[in-house]
């Protein structure tokens, strides 16, 4: 997913940041599913290609508002100017070990429900501490994740079957992300973001937490600090995006899942991925001289 990448000044300052950290994101990227597959070595990875990539893109493009799926919430603050690309690998870095060492709990995606009922579904059946199960990602209309105990995920599984589900699928995480159990993590975490300097927002960063548009470093600090264990509200993200008068969306880094919940969920607005640096080059020539 970095192909292309590995020779960019940015990409090698932030190696050499990983590095210094005590990972290996050269290697990683070089390698296999597998190398990559551990969250604290998938979030810095992921967050190095989103940066470098966005670091390609035509300046003359007036953006008007930034926003990331979970990690890649970092790089929209990099995008937006809150922080530079080596502090958020450095902020990256120890979020994601943070949530590797909370290895309790599971994830799953539920298909065909709207989320409210998935919602519902949660609360009846969080009932206690070995039935712990809530909504992590309201990703797009008919497409909900859930995080908890394995218990709570299987029962909440089965009940959404049972009201009417298309598909309940079981996610290869290493823990139970977006949910109380990630408590630990967003106290530790909390120390390192409340350590580190943010400045106000460029252009609206609209947060993961609430889906709102926010500039001020403050408010976008106390959203960070609340991450790991409240769900990301992607359909809030996007409607919120075009709300803001966007002519299109752009995705930034590996793959094309966020434009394809994208297309569900605002359908009326143009889509574009750049996942290699070709595609970016492309964006320039098309979109270069634009306006917005």
């Given at each position: 997913m970095a192909e292309g990448l590995f020779d960019m000044p940015l990409?090698?300052?932030l190696f050499d940041v990983a590095d210094a950290a005590g990972i290996d994101l050269r290697t990683a990227l070089s390698g296999d599913d597998a190398?990559?597959?551990?969250?604290?070595?998938?979030?810095?990875?992921?967050?190095?290609?989103?940066?470098?990539l966005n670091s390609m893109l035509p300046h003359g493009i007036e953006l008007l508002g930034v926003a990331g799926h979970s990690v890649g919430e970092y790089a929209a603050l990099v995008?937006?100017?809150?922080?530079?690309?080596?502090?958020?690998?450095?902020?990256?870095?120890?979020?994601g070990r943070a949530m590797a060492a909370m290895r309790e709990g599971t994830m799953?995606?539920?298909?065909?429900?709207?989320?409210?009922?998935?919602?519902?579904?949660?609360?009846?059946?969080?009932?206690?501490?070995?039935?712990?199960?809530?909504?992590?990602?309201?990703?797009?209309?008919?497409?909900?994740?859930i995080s908890g105990t394995a218990t709570g995920v299987a029962a909440a599984g089965e009940l959404a079957r049972e009201r009417g589900a298309r598909r309940f699928v079981p996610l290869n995480v290493s823990g139970a992300f977006h949910s109380p159990l990630m408590a630990g993590a967003a106290r530790e975490f909390t120390r390192i973001i409340e350590s580190v300097p943010l400045r106000n927002a460029a252009i609206p960063v609209v947060s993961?937490?609430?889906?709102?548009?926010?500039?001020?470093?403050?408010?976008?600090?106390?959203?960070?600090?609340?991450?790991?264990?409240?769900?990301?509200?992607?359909?809030?993200?996007?409607?919120?995006?075009?709300?803001l008068g966007v002519d299109a969306l752009v995705e930034v880094g590996p793959g094309t899942v966020l434009s394809g919940l994208a297309k569900r969920i605002a359908p009326g607005l143009d889509t574009i991925n750049v996942a290699t640096p070709q595609a970016a080059l492309e964006l320039v020539r098309e979109w270069g001289g634009r306006a917005r």
């Open positions: 990409t090698k300052r190398g990559l597959r551990p969250t604290e070595v998938a979030q810095p990875a992921l967050f190095l290609v989103e940066v470098v995008a937006a100017g809150v922080i530079d690309a080596e502090t958020g690998m450095k902020l990256v870095v120890e979020r799953a995606a539920i298909l065909g429900l709207d989320p409210s009922a998935v919602d519902a579904i949660c609360q009846s059946i969080n009932t206690g501490p070995d039935k712990i199960v809530v909504v992590a990602n309201f990703n797009a209309p008919g497409q909900t994740v993961n937490v609430d889906a709102q548009a926010v500039r001020c470093a403050v408010d976008i600090r106390h959203r960070l600090c609340r991450q790991l264990v409240a769900p990301v509200r992607w359909s809030g993200c996007v409607a919120q995006l075009a709300g």
